[in-house]
């Protein structure tokens, strides 16, 4: 037979036809699998330049992670800070408006209630409407508050102004833990949640710090000025550094299926209303959330009530927040304890180490009090011991809480907040409804509270709830 080659433009030169033909359809598809590819690719890249912040790479570095961590961290804070960065203040605001101390505890409180209430809110209203959009609203509240308190002539406009600033601040929060969730997975996510946890810890000590020398030589307006500038600053980088909706965004080919279904969904207060009523039908979750929230309300109740206790020690503005770093640092070591204790030990036994360490240091504080010591150190040093102990409760107490009903992680959550805060807000008014001429009077309601939450523990040995927690 007479072979009949030809001449094709593919690499190997010359081959019989047969063969040439077959080459050349392997090389059409390798060139169209390397176009697909490309293509894909270029459609990620869009994606992502639509969802992320203009000024970062579409393949995010290192130095734009951490950026975008430090956004998180900021936007957290922010609600923590505007809390505490006026405390030192709050010490002389009943001589400065002619109120009673009991009235001036309101300011705290008020905060308190609606920085808790509105995070049964935005939560929803985010995963409707968009991460950005409402933190941007939560912010420009902040912002309103802050302007409104740094103008306040009377106490009862101060108070007015620190619900608004709670009920604004209440977002980052929020959405910040949220954002956590949507942005990172594995052992990042777990990195950032203890950089959050080490934030947190710090924040009430350094801005009571700041907040007591701005009092100082600047005047008490002088922190809702910095807050306002912060709320600005933080919009700024809400706008240009965070994505505009939870999650992944979808394919601009997603199916209309998608859509439909989205659309069928009941409405989204239905959906929380039905999450909401089914853990409070759960007995273990609310030992769980007790425990959680008297543990809170023995922390704000010294927040509230420490600049009094202070005060009446001969400790002005400018050294309030130095005393106050006792607790909050104290946890900060706490929360390592755990970190190393729980694997070992189990939850149940570290929440029972720390229910006996905070028990232990408040019954020093009141020992040392009823004995006379009345100086500072002898008020400050044994909190410490508290502090120790709310960072061996607060971790497992609110593992606990979120694990009773996996599939309702987040309702969890957000009704956990709300009763810390609820609680916490009861103990900040509470204060003020007694004197503090020394540290007797605090340490006996910070007790009060504690022992409550340890009651709340025992029912759940009693109840034998150890098989919700994780093992140990």
């Known amino acids: 037979m007479l072979h009949v080659r030809l001449a094709l433009a593919v690499p190997g030169c010359w081959l019989p036809s047969g063969l040439a033909g077959l080459r050349v359809l392997r090389f059409v598809r390798a060139r169209l699998q390397s176009a697909i590819t490309a293509g894909r690719r270029l459609r990620q890249r869009a994606l992502r330049h639509f969802f992320l912040p203009s000024f970062l790479p579409l393949l995010p570095s290192p130095a734009s992670r951490s950026l975008l961590v430090a956004n998180l961290l900021a936007q957290l804070a922010f609600g923590l800070l505007a809390m505490t960065l006026c405390l030192p203040s709050m010490q002389e605001w009943g001589a400065l408006f002619g109120q009673a101390q009991g009235r001036v ?30 933190l941007l609203v939560g912010l420009a509240l902040a912002f309103a508050g802050s302007v409104l308190a740094a103008l306040s002539t009377t106490l009862d406009a101060l108070i007015a102004a620190r619900v608004l600033q709670g009920a604004g601040a209440a977002a980052g929060m929020v959405i910040g833990r949220a954002l956590v969730q949507d942005l990172f997975e594995g052992p990042e996510r777990t990195r950032v949640m203890a950089w959050i946890g080490m934030a947190m810890g710090l924040i009430p000590p350094a801005s009571a710090i700041v907040g007591g020398l701005m009092h100082v030589r600047l005047g008490w307006q002088a922190g809702f000025v910095l807050l ?30 998608a859509a439909t279904a989205q659309a069928a969904a009941p409405p989204w207060w239905r959906s929380m209303q039905s999450s909401y009523a089914q853990l409070l039908r759960q007995p273990t979750f609310l030992l769980y959330a007790l425990v959680l929230s008297m543990t809170t309300a023995a922390f704000y109740t010294f927040l509230g009530g420490a600049p009094l206790v202070l005060g009446s020690y001969g400790i002005g503005p400018e050294g309030v927040g130095w005393y106050i770093g006792c607790i909050p640092l104290a946890y900060i070591g706490g929360n390592y304890a755990t970190s190393r204790l729980v694997r070992r030990t189990g939850e149940f036994r570290v929440m029972l180490a720390g229910q006996v360490l905070a028990i232990g240091g408040l019954l ?43 599939a309702l992680a987040g309702a969890a959550a957000a009704v956990a907040g709300l009763l810390q805060q609820l609680m916490g807000a009861t103990g900040g008014w509470l204060v003020g409804l007694v004197p503090h001429h020394g540290a007797l009077n605090l340490a006996l309601m910070m007790l009060g509270f504690t022992l409550l939450g340890a009651l709340a523990q025992w029912g759940l040995s009693r109840s034998g709830v150890r098989s919700c927690l994780l093992p140990g």
């Open 105 to 134: 505890q309101l300011s705290f409180s008020g905060y308190v209630i609606a920085y808790g209430g509105l995070q049964l809110v935005y939560g929803p209203l985010s995963d409707r409407f968009g991460r950005r959009r409402v």
């Open 228 to 257: 306002a500038v912060l709320a600005l600053l933080l919009m700024l980088a809400a706008w240009r550094g965070l994505p505009a909706r939870a999650g992944v965004a979808a394919a601009p080919s997603a199916p209309a299926a």
């Open 364 to 406: 020093l504080t009141a020992a040392l009090a009823a004995a006379g010591w009345h100086t500072a150190l002898a008020f400050a040093l044994p909190l410490a011991v508290l502090g120790v102990g709310h960072g061996l409760l607060m971790p497992t107490a609110l593992a606990g809480t979120i694990g009773v009903l996996p």
